[in-house]
């Protein structure tokens, strides 16, 4: 037991022989007295911003400080603890304690260690700490978190008792385009008591607020750009079933439910058979989602919708009913709840262009492949050989059969790629929600909506329509809130379908008038 001791309180000086230049008197403060004096004696011994002070806070945090005869001793981690008694630590100490660790991590060598400090302080910014933060700064060599100390360093100088100080401060914050900067100072203007420092925190409030104006009208821009990507994607494989076939194929999302979960089987597949390869999933999901919501829709056309053609109101009805049993289906397969869909490392996060301004990768990614889909698309209706068999039949079904074009392979074939598209939509739309037996109701109201309004029969009026719906739809939405935005773009395509009954992009011809 003696020996356990003698060891124990060896270990204890050679833990207070390692704090370095904060004096013992300044540390015993720290530990002891009432709360007002030991944040001061805390304020005292941050400003001289010596990293050897964070250990000891660190020790007083976890219990590790004992008070004998008005000294602090401290005990090494994994020690036995000293003799004497424990000092208390309030509520408001504790956060004093935290923010001074924080402000100390400023000082490390480790840049994440340095960057993480920042997201703390950034609302805790205190005059107190003024010096380590300017101590922190002069140390700073990485250009981004150099230009958030200079903010916190300004955030500081706010609550300095010093009138000409804030109103500098508030000059120097003018030039931010953080809203956490304009928060601070929407704060710190109610107890603002001087007329020149007011007068500057508003004008820093109004100069920020018009920058981020920006931010926030590119970020609606790019919501609507994405969103029209998606409805892109849906009416693509529409487009073709509808706009070029005639077919009113209610099972069409049902077909973009199959191709997410293709790609949610492929995604199990690689965890429980090549979990070091996940990351490269999504290439084997993009043709596995294609081929399984293409055979599905052979399927389809070669046993129900092959006899209905030019009976519209039954196929509708028929199509109805085969989306039912498809929901039912996966419901039995995969259960009722949603399944969860991981996107692949490289398509996580985003590209931070702004504080208010974040554009995702998987949004970017489904831009980039909506297009991709697109030029594909249209070369293989203009420049192959089944392009030009399917805008054959659509167009004259009966001359097409005359020159020897097997009209009935070829519809199957049409409505297996408008369903391979609907597929891959919906291996896209798994990379940016959830996939659940319901997933294709959400979009098949607004992908007849592009197909209507665009122009049955055109691609670039889906392209059009697709896009303006997005925008006009965020639009909406950020103006009157997502319900009157749905109502207000149905009674928007019911204008136009009064006035163009053939879309906005209508083919000209004899065959049309």
Known sequence: ??????????????????????????????????????????????????????????????????????????????????????????????????????????????????????????????????????????????????????????????????????????????????????????????????????????????????????????????????LGSVLLLVALGLAITYGLMGVINMAHGELLMVGAYATYMVQQGFRAWAPDAFDYYLWIALPASFLAAALVGAAMERSVIRWLYGRPLETLLATWGISLVLMQAVRSLFGAQNVAVENPGWLSGGWALLPNLTLPYNRMAILVFAALVLVGMGLLLARTRLGL??????????????????TAQVDTMA?????????????????????????????????????????????????YAGLGLGVLSKLLEGWQGAVLAKIALLMLLVLVIQKKPQGLFALKGRSVE
Do not use: H
Not at 389 to 406: D, I, K, L, W, Y
Not at 415 to 444: E, K, R, T, W
């Open 1 to 226: 037991m003696i020996k356990r001791l003698l060891i124990g309180w060896c270990l204890s000086l050679l833990g207070l022989a390692a704090w370095g230049a904060p004096p013992p008197e300044l540390l015993n403060r720290i530990a002891a007295g009432d709360s007002d004096d030991r944040v001061a004696a805390l304020n005292e011994a941050v400003a001289q911003a010596d990293p050897a002070l964070a250990d000891y806070l660190q020790a007083l945090l976890d219990g590790r400080v004992r008070l004998r005869e008005g000294k602090a001793v401290v005990a090494a981690e994994g020690a036995p603890l000293p003799d004497g008694d424990e000092p208390m630590l309030n509520n408001r100490l504790r956060r004093e304690i935290d923010s001074a660790l924080a402000g100390l991590a400023l000082l490390s060598t480790d840049r994440d260690v340095r960057a993480k400090a920042l997201v703390t302080l950034r609302e805790d910014a205190s005059a107190a700490k003024l010096p380590l933060y300017e101590r922190a700064l002069a140390a700073e060599t990485d250009t981004k978190l150099r230009d958030q100390l200079g903010a916190l360093v300004a955030g500081a100088k706010l609550s300095s008792t010093d009138a000409a100080q804030r109103r500098a401060a508030a000059v120097e914050l003018a030039g931010s385009a953080d809203p956490t900067t304009r928060a601070l100072l929407l704060e710190r203007i109610d107890s603002e008591t001087d007329a020149a420092a007011k007068a500057a925190m508003r004008s820093a409030i109004d100069a920020i607020g018009d920058r981020l104006a920006w931010g926030e009208r590119a970020q609606l821009l790019f919501s609507g750009l994405s």
């Open 415 to 463: 409505f297996a790629l408008g369903s391979g598209i609907a597929g891959l939509a919906g291996c896209a739309l798994s990379q940016i929600g959830n996939v659940g037996p319901d997933l294709g109701q959400s979009y098949i109201v607004d992908a007849f909506m592009v197909v209507v309004l665009g122009g049955v029969g055109q691609l670039a009026g889906t392209v």
């Open 389 to 406: 068999m399917v805008r054959g039949v659509t167009q004259n079904r009966r001359m097409a059969a005359c020159v020897g074009v097997n």
